[in-house]
Nanobody, 123 residues
Framework: QVQLMESGGGLAQSGGSLRLSCVAS????????MGWYRQAPGKERELVAT???????NYADSLQGRFIIYGDNAKKTVDLQMNSLKPEDTAVYYC?????????????????WGQGTQVTVSS
């Protein structure tokens, strides 16, 4: 059974930094995209950043330049370095892995989600 375990959340001051880490356990075949999403109270879950299996990155426009995503398909890890944090970054952050079917006999592609880790930024 595949599980995504997140760590590194917590409390930070405005202007500070945090690094989130996510590691997948279990057998995952065909990692296509890994990423982070977040959900603030009363808001919908939104994209933070993704990294493809080829290393291409994509960030939410508002976060470009402050957050950096790192991914390692072989180790099944994806990290998010968050700098210059703002109170509006307060949210639950979710790790996400999307897989693709790599052979006819292989499992179909699917999405995996972590349980989420709370990030709180004080002003």
């Amino acid at each position: 059974q595949v599980q995504l375990m997140e760590s590194g959340g917590g409390l930070a001051q405005s202007g500070g930094s945090l690094r989130l880490s996510c590691v997948a356990s279990g057998r995952i075949v065909g990692i296509n995209v890994m990423g982070w999403y977040r959900q603030a109270p009363g808001k919908e879950r939104e994209l933070v950043a993704t990294i493809s299996r080829r290393g291409s990155t994509n960030y939410a426009d508002s976060l470009q330049g402050r957050f950096i995503i790192y991914g390692d398909n072989a180790k099944k890890t994806v990290d998010l370095q968050m700098n210059s944090l703002k109170p509006e970054d307060t949210a639950v952050y979710y790790c996400h892995i999307q897989t693709t079917q790599v052979c006819i006999e292989c499992p179909p592609g699917r999405d995996y989600w972590g349980q989420g880790t709370q990030v709180t930024v004080s002003s």
